[in-house]
């Protein structure tokens, strides 16, 4: 048979995520037994151990299926955040990825805007492409801050969505408390306003804002959040919603039966109590950003101000060249061109250990590359082979 099957030309024509490079890819293509990886935001210490703890202890019930309802993880989650949040203001998902594919679907049909602010996390477009959407760009400012009355001028009667991932990936910034007053003010009611707060923990900025005051009044705001990060459970795939109840059960409809697995669920629910692995995660994040952006400010290379746990920066040179030298290093960093900053690199914050061998490998490809010059060549030996 000769003809095709038919493919959603939506589905066909979005983007493609890429994720970052992995330690035992790095480590066979190079040879190396000694690989670091400081590209995808992880948690340099690991998983919270009250959680591996738990999940170890969960492993004999795998023959059952997980509840769907989710009800204790999301007991323990409105506990957790407090802030007058119920269980009913809340939903799970697989990752926080998912609760964004699950919004998309809930709020877009073909045809209908959704206004997010490059450079950001490419998953928006993707998701606003594989339902038919249509993406509204509107750049973040020099600074790299959220232009309010730009975004506002751009809302249609067409606009359903507006992303507002704060602190932001791959800039670090954030929206303050002022700007997202005045978004909201301005914000008609036929659009829901996204807050990605996936790095919400490790900010220590003053003004950052509350978005959990819009939930509270029951504005059209839907509040995502991860346990990937600074619970250190990325690899279990844990996300999380909070929005007003109404919200919240229209997007229960969008999910999967059974989307978490009963050891995400018992690892998620061990991780909110481990209070020691969180402060000490937080920490090392809040004191090795600040001394990686010295270091990198001291080298010349324009770190953008971050209050998350990655730092992004312009080496000056090919940001994939650089990141090609730092791998044959044992280093694994992210060319920041995904996230629509195509000549800088990202860097998550590690040990510190992680971070001065970071430092180091830098300093030497930096050398290196202006030997070579700008192109990447020696004039007496021809092209550099990768």
Same mark, same amino acid.
């Given at each position: ?6 493919? &959603? ?34 948690? $340099? ?5 009250? $959680?591996? !703890? ?9 023959? =059952?299926? @997980? ?50 602010? @490059? ?37 249609? @009667? ?10 932001? &990936?791959?800039?670090?910034? /954030? ?24 790095? /919400? ?16 009044? +029951? ?15 990325? +690899?279990?795939?844990?996300? *999380?919603? /909070? ?14 039966? =059974? ?26 994040? /809040? ?7 010295? #270091? ?23 940001? #994939? ?17 995904? =996230? *629509? ?28 590359? !202006? ?16």
């Amino acid at each position: 048979m000769s003809d095709k099957p038919h493919l &959603n030309p939506h589905i066909a024509a979005a983007p493609v995520y890429t994720a970052g490079t992995s330690v035992e890819e790095v480590a066979a293509r190079y040879g190396l037994t000694d690989v670091i990886k400081m590209a995808s935001n992880e948690n $340099a210490l690991g998983p919270s151990p009250k $959680a591996v !703890e738990a999940i170890a202890s969960a492993l004999t019930a795998l023959n =059952f299926y @997980p509840r769907v309802t989710d009800d204790k993880l999301r007991e323990r989650l409105a506990a957790h955040v407090g802030a007058g949040m119920t269980p009913d203001n809340f939903v799970t998902s697989n990752g926080g990825s998912e609760m964004l594919a699950m919004i998309a679907m809930g709020f877009l049909e073909e045809g209908e805007e959704a206004i997010f602010c @490059p450079p950001t996390f490419l998953l928006y477009e993707i998701q606003v492409r594989r339902r038919g959407g249509q993406p509204v760009k509107v750049d973040l400012t020099p600074e790299y801050r959220y232009d309010v009355d730009a975004i506002l001028d751009a809302v249609t @009667p067409s606009t359903r969505l507006i992303y507002i991932c704060s602190p932001n &990936n791959p800039t670090g910034t /954030i929206i303050t408390q002022e700007e997202a007053d005045r978004l909201m003010a301005g914000v008609p009611d036929h659009v829901v306003v996204v807050f990605d707060e996936a790095y /919400i923990e490790f900010v220590d900025h003053d003004d950052h804002v509350d978005s959990l005051k819009y939930v509270r009044d +029951g504005r059209h705001v839907i509040v995502v959040r991860t346990f990937s990060k600074i619970y250190g459970l990325a +690899g279990l795939r844990v996300g *999380y919603a /909070i929005a007003p109840p109404e919200l919240a059960q229209y997007l229960w409809r969008c999910r999967q039966p =059974f989307h978490l697995s009963t050891l995400a669920m018992t690892g998620a629910m061990a991780a909110l109590e481990d209070r020691e692995h969180v402060a000490r995660t937080r920490a090392i994040v /809040i004191e090795g950003r600040k001394w990686l952006h010295h #270091q990198l400010a001291e080298m010349g290379l324009d770190p953008v101000p971050s209050q998350s746990n990655f730092i992004v920066f312009r080496p000056g040179y090919s940001p #994939q060249q650089v990141y090609e030298r730092l791998l044959q290093r044992g280093v694994v960093v992210r060319p920041a061109g995904p =996230f *629509y900053m195509p000549e800088h690199v990202r860097v998550t914050v590690g040990t510190p250990e992680q971070n001065e061998r970071f430092i180091a490998a830098l300093r030497e490809v930096l050398a290196e590359m !202006e030997e070579l010059g700008e192109s990447g060549q020696k004039a007496e030996e021809g092209t550099l082979t990768l």
